[in-house]
Nanobody, 126 residues
Framework: QVQLVESGGGLVQAGGSLRLSCADS????????MGWFRQAPGKEREFVAA????????LYADSVKGRFTISRDNAKITIYLQMNSLKPEDTAVYYC???????????????????WGQGTQVTVSS
């Protein structure tokens, strides 16, 4: 069973960096597309980035392109989100997500993902 656990969030000043991690304690997402989403207060949960199972193909929201990098270590059953040049508008709870079925394509919609972590708070001060 997939059990996603995010970590690495915190408080950082604008321009700073953070690296989020998402581990699957159920050890089942090794061969699947994974995604990161975020949700700011009063807003809908939005797509941030996705990565294919082999890690060679990635996709980013326009708002984070060039600043965030998604990666994975399948041996550790973990995906990462390196966030650089953070802005106050990046403040949100960040979630990793996995689909139930085996997927080879990159997905950007919430409904395409079935498993979600509990989220980790990222706060960027100006």
């Amino acid at each position: 069973q997939v059990q996603l656990v995010e970590s690495g969030g915190g408080l950082v000043q604008a321009g700073g960096s953070l690296r989020l991690s998402c581990a699957d304690s159920g050890r089942t997402f090794r061969s699947n597309t994974m995604g990161w989403f975020r949700q700011a207060p009063g807003k809908e949960r939005e797509f941030v980035a996705a990565i294919t199972w082999h890690g060679h193909t990635t996709l980013y929201a326009d708002s984070v392109k060039g600043r965030f990098t998604i990666s994975r270590d399948n041996a550790k059953i973990t995906i990462y989100l390196q966030m650089n040049s953070l802005k106050p508008e990046d403040t949100a709870v960040y979630y990793c997500a996995a689909p139930k079925s085996l997927e080879v394509r990159l997905m950007t919609e919430k409904y395409e993902y079935d498993y979600w972590g509990q989220g980790t708070q990222v706060t960027v001060s100006s």
